[in-house]
């Protein structure tokens, strides 16, 4: 086996699906309800500029590491852990550091979060085992992006009290992530582009933590949750439907994927 999981890993099976890539901006809200988190992002990238490129960026890292070789999952945590080391400042006195091991956890969390919440959400329930193998594996992803592999949370189980007890008392909605959220939900492209992707956006939100969405000051009303309702019905429906080669982010090239993304 060349790569670091093989196709009948839980995180091949439940990663694998494209419609997990709608929560990108969910994700990215998550990330930046750290208040040192949105400091490292306000001050170190241009995601005013491009906030789409920074997400695939992240994408395209996690996806090198679940899909290719192991040889493309060394070099793209070689990458992140250099880029890590150079966002480094302070918000309000206080210092922060990308390759601090809390915020890297922080950051990590979101995406194992976000990737069960979107599989439940557009595809259908996750198997405890497999949550949990998943779970273990994506641990292995964090390692590789440079998370300490004694500070993840030994168990789903103690992710999930470890993730109450961050939304709890370190995490909350600030300036930085509220300036972050602007661009997110409205991002700066073409007219004809802005409907579709904010809907995006808010049907991501959508799945946030009450309190976050709350902090963001989302309006979720019935409205908003009769939509997602709607297309959580209609995609756990189509999905099995659409062809593997459209369905299944196996299926692009990861080449394509990290040509935009600007990895190399």
Do not use: C, K, N
């Not at 049907?203 to 009769?226: D, F, H, K, M």
Request: charged share 25%; proline share 9%; net charge positive.
């Amino acid at each position: 086996m060349d790569g670091t999981f093989d196709d009948s890993s839980a995180i091949r099976r439940v990663g694998r699906e494209s419609v997990l890539m709608l929560g990108g901006p969910r994700a990215l809200l998550m990330q930046a309800a750290h208040p040192l988190v949105a400091a490292g992002i306000v001050d170190h990238s241009s995601y005013r500029d491009d906030p789409w490129r920074r997400l695939a960026r992240t994408m395209a890292a996690l996806y090198t590491i679940v899909f290719g070789t192991r040889a493309q999952a060394e070099r793209v945590g070689e990458l992140t852990r250099a880029a890590h080391r150079r966002v480094r400042g302070e918000r309000d006195g206080v210092p922060y550091d990308a390759a601090d091991p809390e915020l890297m956890l922080w950051v990590h969390s979101t995406l194992v979060d976000t990737g069960l919440a979107m599989y439940e959400t557009y595809v259908g329930p996750v198997e405890p085992a497999v949550a949990e193998e998943f779970y273990a594996q994506m641990r292995a992803v964090g390692t590789v992006f440079g998370v300490p592999a004694d500070v993840h949370p030994p168990t789903l189980a103690d992710f999930r009290a470890y993730q109450r007890r961050m939304l709890e008392t370190e995490v909350r909605v600030g300036p930085d992530a509220r300036t972050v959220a602007a661009t997110v939900l409205h991002p700066p492209v073409p007219p004809p582009l802005r409907p579709p992707l904010r809907a995006l956006a808010l049907q991501s939100a959508g799945t946030l933590p009450r309190e976050l969405r709350e902090q963001y000051g989302l309006r979720w009303g019935a409205v908003e949750r009769a939509a997602l309702y709607a297309s959580s019905r209609s995609a756990r429906r189509l999905v099995p439907l659409v062809p593997p080669p459209l369905r299944r982010t196996e299926r692009l090239p990861l080449r394509v994927l990290t040509a935009f993304a600007g990895l190399r």
